[in-house]
């Protein structure tokens, strides 16, 4: 693995860029401790092709229908949830209030001063 100076990786960025295409992984330092490394990146995606498209059109076509439109289905879901909640005992109730939790006494640089007395 080649290791390259910051001033020495300036001069030569092309052909440092030229061995990380090449599969080589080039390391960049300051004061002798790595700070960057050079690698290939990952392969682009390929772009998208009519025959994309038309399998794209096939599979959603043999998905079945919502029976709706998106603003009637999400205010079913919230109706039906909301109910639900609503038919809960209290006890179960996730957002049942318990007894509050006794604060702890505050210690350090801000706790009040207690008077001597």
């Known amino acids: 693995m080649p290791t390259y100076s910051i001033a ?3 001069d030569q960025l092309s052909r440092l860029v030229d061995e990380a295409l090449a599969g080589k992984q080039v390391t960049i330092t300051r004061h002798g401790k790595p700070v960057a490394e050079l690698r290939p990146a990952g392969h682009a995606p390929r772009p998208t092709n009519k025959a994309d498209i038309l399998w794209l059109r096939k599979r ?4 079945p229908a919502l029976g709706g ?3 009637s289905i999400v205010r ?5 949830n909301l109910n639900e909640l609503l038919s809960r005992p209290a006890s179960s109730s996730r957002w049942c ?8 006494p505050r210690l350090g640089w801000n706790a009040p001063r207690q008077l001597a007395s």
Do not use: M
């Open 60 to 63: 959603r076509q043999a998905l």
């Open 76 to 80: 079913g879901i919230r109706e039906t």
């Open 97 to 104: 209030c318990a007894t509050p939790i006794p604060r702890k």
């Open 69 to 71: 439109d998106a603003v």
């Open 8 to 10: 020495q990786a300036k």
